[in-house]
């Protein structure tokens, strides 16, 4: 474990309101850059918290812009841990399963346009998942980027057997 | 928001019309997209090159509005070409499957070539 | 008086440690942007709040980085306010005075280098003041940029004699 | 944080040095600085331009360390030119006075012309 003070925390608290993700988008590319991430990488991340944002001002939240959307960025040696919590005022539960969108049945009028927000999210970063909030009814969406590229892994978990 | 982005039409040939891109690619963006889509598509154009720059911005709402276009190309019998510089962009597309509704280019230049 | 709902509140907490205020000059430009301030606008913005910013990091807080700085902005049609906090761990409270800089006696050796920043900030913003904080013992950096040019203001101002 | 600049020197004449300056001009860029000014200053330069770019930042502690670059070529009798085509930048720099002690001008092709 590393002592906490390693790790460094940036919280935001948007308007929950369309094009405010915007704003968690250009503070975690500052976030992602200053820890190193490639332009890749942090082009991913960008649009891995926008969608996220996206999601929980669209479905978490209701219209009342006074409502917060809360996104935590915490970053250690390891990892850049994202949290996004909305206040789950929304119709439905976040879904527990990723669907896969299917593009063929969209074009040919079979299947609604959308639907690949989450897929997104899951390709481009390395953990994605809604947990279980606290005391409170909020829904909290929750994403892991490991720092280290996959090359380093390999060879890391190569040494250790 | 529907500042963020600028979309001009070009008309090369009587054949081949050009949407240049500049900016975010997102729900604020749908309006100008469709309606350049529109006018591109209204002089019989049978060739369609979207061009993208490489710091654009897109988002799944942006990749939807992208298979609005497909859509309606294919109905039109359409070719789409898109120049997509940035890396980024072309693995968005690659994972919806975009790119198999559109042939993908790094450049305006290799775009072109095509036509 | 507008109704409170026409006001946007974008909060973000960042550590107390030199380069953060990255995040917040980022933050305001995207916020400012949103606005409609202009380019160069949004320059002086982003400027002001990096500046009050590293003074917080610098003299506001101590070496502990998982103490935060916290930023707020403000905006409703008239003004954006941001209100930049510290915990006020430093030596010594927040000056009342700005003094202008005289580079004349830096070239000269006679002033030490620095002592700009509250100078520049004051320069750039249409308001800057350290308030008296509540029941905490932080200090309050509050800054108000207008959203109408100056123009518009002298047309309104002749208007209304 | 130091990568967030990039300084480059450039020797045009026996006379003149240009420091190409490209990113953020704060406390983190100060080293990077004064090398590139020691390293314009070693050949006797007499004229030393300093080329900013549109894009660039600078803060009060990135002043600060222009402040002491001005400080060094007075004594060394060198003549100090700067290429700032950021009206932004312009502004800070008249706001503390540097512009009483180099000559500023919007390009680095005007500020060439003047030597
Ligand atoms: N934060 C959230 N709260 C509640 N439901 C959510 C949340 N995020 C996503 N969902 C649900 O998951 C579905 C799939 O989301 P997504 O993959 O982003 O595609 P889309 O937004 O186009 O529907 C949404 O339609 C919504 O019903
Ligand atoms: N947040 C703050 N808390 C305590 N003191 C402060 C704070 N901000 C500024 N000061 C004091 O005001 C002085 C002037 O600040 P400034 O004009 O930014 O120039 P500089 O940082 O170069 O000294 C600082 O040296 C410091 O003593």
């Known amino acids: ?161 | 928001m529907s500042d963020e982005i600028q979309v001009d039409v070009q008309y090369i040939d009587d054949k081949t019309a050009i949407i240049h891109l500049e900016g975010d690619v997102t729900t604020f963006s749908e309006k100008d997209i469709n309606d350049a889509y529109k006018a591109a598509s209204d002089n019989d154009n049978s060739n369609i090159i979207f061009n993208f720059r490489e710091n654009d911005y897109i988002n799944s709402a942006g990749i939807a509005i992208l298979i609005g276009v497909v859509t309606e190309a294919r109905k039109q019998n359409q070719r789409l070409i898109m120049a997509i510089p940035s890396s980024h962009f072309q693995k968005i597309f690659r994972m919806v499957g975009l790119t198999q509704y559109a042939d993908i280019y790094s450049s305006l230049e290799e775009a072109k070539a095509q036509i």
């Open chain 1, 1 to 161: 474990m590393k002592p906490p003070h390693t790790r460094r925390v940036v919280e935001l608290k948007i308007p929950n309101e369309l094009g405010y993700e915007k704003i968690a988008r250009e503070t975690v590319g500052t976030v992602a850059k200053r820890l190193g991430f490639d332009d890749e990488r942090i082009a991913d991340i960008k649009l891995a918290i926008a969608e996220a944002c996206t999601n929980a001002i669209s479905y978490g939240s209701q219209t009342d812009t006074r409502t917060k959307i809360i996104v935590v960025l915490t970053a250690d040696e390891e990892k850049l841990e994202i949290l996004v919590k909305d206040p789950g005022f929304g119709d439905s539960p976040p879904p527990t399963e990723v669907t896969v969108p299917d593009i063929h049945k969209m074009v040919e009028g079979k299947a609604k346009l959308g639907g690949m927000g989450l897929y997104i999210i899951q390709e481009l970063v390395d953990k994605a998942e809604f947990i279980q909030s606290g005391d409170d009814n909020g829904n909290q969406f929750h994403m892991v980027i490991y720092r280290m590229n996959d090359e380093d892994i390999e060879f890391n978990a190569a040494k250790s057997t």
